[in-house]
């Protein structure tokens, strides 16, 4: 939370976020994506890099999968919800 604080300090147009909610709790995970999104709300322009596919997907425009080094599925979010393979391997669906 404090990188977090320290690189908005600059009023940047694009954040990226690399793995944000790696070894959190679970509610300070739920706290992390709702600041994530107020600040796209906010026009700041989120690249995430994040494990934890469905609280990525909630708040992603666009998505893109990668496995093994390359880009497997790529699209809007409604893809990926919708995708059997990434219901299957992914969402546990």
Known sequence: MLAMGRS???????????EPSYGLAPLMVKELFKIITVLNEQGITILLVEQNIRNALEIADRAYLLENGRIVLEGARELFLHSDYVKKAYLGL
């Open 8 to 18: 908005l300090m600059a009023r940047p147009k694009l954040c990226m976020f690399d």
